[in-house]
């Protein structure tokens, strides 16, 4: 195997592809609205302000903690909504 810095060795579109589980789990979760994953995070930050205003404060940071995973898998969404899981080539 070839570790030198010499050349392009990125991959290129269409030459690797996403395992069956991979497949089989972006089919169902596509179908899953965008808006989904920012009520969520919206819905998390409420509940943590919640719990702080309580003095529950273990259960204010762990909720508050959900935020930025549901953002990340909303824009995860969105990509494979947009992108498709397997990019392919373009000429």
């Given at each position: ?5 010499e ?61 930025a ?23």
């Amino acid at each position: 195997m070839d570790f030198s810095l010499e050349g392009d060795k990125r991959v290129q579109a269409g030459e690797a592809q996403e395992g069956k589980i991979t497949s089989y789990i972006e089919s169902y979760t596509s179908k899953i609205p965008s808006g989904f994953f920012l009520a969520a995070a919206g819905a998390s930050i409420l509940a943590s302000v919640s719990f702080k205003i309580a003095k529950k404060d273990v259960a204010a940071l762990f909720v508050g903690q959900w935020v930025a995973p549901f953002l990340i898998l909303g824009i995860y969404n969105k990509q494979v909504k947009l992108h498709g899981s397997d990019a392919t080539k373009h000429n």
